[in-house]
């Protein structure tokens, strides 16, 4: 790794880069499994997921695997990432709302792989 120093303006980028790209991931993967429980597939157990599934959701899996300001219930910093990213990347502001909205049910349950 090389570290990098960050602009304290843009700190709030790349927070939201770093959100994006970790817990963001998440929620969908989560969901994934949980449709596919409920069809009956036997690989949407953690213990058996795939590779793709264990690193992004570890073996725990889910909510258990949610770090963030969305899983804290950090309104205040999920704020300062959404203007980073309404003033960067503008066209991705509806994406950033709807895994907002849907990181935040699954970090207060009732799981999205139980839903």
Do not use: K
Request: proline content about 9%; cysteine-free; glycine content about 10%.
């Amino acid at each position: 790794m090389v570290p990098v120093r960050i602009r304290p303006e843009d700190r709030p980028a790349y927070h939201a880069a770093a959100s994006i790209a970790s817990n963001f991931l998440i929620t969908p993967s989560s969901g994934s499994r949980g449709t596919r429980r409920d069809r009956g597939d036997p690989a949407s157990d953690a213990r058996s997921a795939g590779p793709r599934d264990r690193g992004e959701l570890g073996l725990a899996g889910g909510a258990l695997a949610l770090t963030g300001p969305v899983a804290r219930g950090d309104g205040a910093t999920v704020a300062r990432q959404r203007e980073a990213v309404a003033e960067r990347t503008p066209a991705l502001v509806p994406l950033f709302d709807a895994l907002t909205e849907a990181t935040r049910a699954l970090a207060s349950g009732p799981s999205l792989e139980r839903a």
